[in-house]
């Protein structure tokens, strides 16, 4: 008994340990490196189903990398092995080759006789099957191997089942990452490099260009080259010390907004009462709701407020433009579909709100309610 007690305090240790691997496939391959260990055989493996009849992933332990490089190629869930991964049930065996079930071994693979597998279960979903072959005194597996590799299967189980989960948070965590970054380079970068676009396409238009104009152009270039070194790097320390009206004057220069167009701002000359990533993503939101003034409604006059109230902060931006039907948004090409929804889920990360009230041929405001208390 006080062995059976050891053993199990042994694959529980050996399982955390398996668990801090870099990878699934470390984890399985530890796994296997356990199983082998506990009821001392030759060979041991540790596979995952693909969901299809297939394999996923094939560990091993107690071939050397040669004799596995000469079979050339991973199981494919025949013979025993898919045996296992059907029936979900534990099968030992004292001779492999006398079971229906087997189809012989690849050419170079070692032979083997004795046979325990286990699948590995937590509820009804099978994370895995574990194949032991030929313990090393020459004796069948027993009754107290099957109890071990069963105990062992069922810590398995949930250690297979953190480590995907752990990787697919990781995956998910990588979109997130994409996500936001693009939703930056639309509503900062791409913003930009459009004002300039219209700058240099007005001044193409003219038969004369003013040198003042293209330091404009130019300072505009060299302002973009520095937003994009800034979210790289995710710097904005300048912009940190900015206040409400000074961001929102930065961002109507960094858009290049034409002459034509007369943008009046009401905003204090004040600290925003925001962390500073928080007032970042309000700053992006102005700025896609004034490019998409400028870019689509073609308004000849935009109005931008904001006000503070004692539990929310809130920004107004109305142009005199032709307006849109919301349910053409995104049907078309250069839509405001894209900018729309970046603007929605930056205002819903802080538990805000974004109200777009426009008519085709009368204008647009939207409205941005953002809670202080964040």
Known sequence: ??????QLNDIAHAVLTAAEASDVEDTLQQIASVGRDLVKCRYAALGVPDGSGSLRYFMTDGMDAATIAHIGHLPHGHGLIGEIMRQRQTLMLEDMSTHPSSVGFPQHHPEMVTFLGVPVILGQQMFGMMYLCDRIDGMPFDSNDRMLIETLAGYAALTIANVEMSTQHQRLKLLEQRETIGMELHDGIIQSLYGL????????QRDTIEGSELDT???????TIEDIRSYIMKL???EKRQTIRQRIEHIKKRLLVPETVDVIINAPDTVPPFPFNVFESIGLIINE??????????????YIETQETDDTFIIIIKDNGIGFAPQDVGTNSGSTGLGLRNMRYRARLYGGNIDVDTIAGQGTTVTVTIPLQI
């Open 1 to 6: 008994m006080t062995e059976i007690l050891h």
């Open 197 to 204: 676009g219209m700058q240099v396409e007005i001044m193409r």
């Open 217 to 223: 152009v130019i300072d505009g270039l060299n302002d």
């Open 236 to 238: 904005r320390a300048t």
């Open 289 to 302: 709701a004034l490019s998409n003034a400028v870019r689509h409604a073609q308004a000849t006059s935009i």
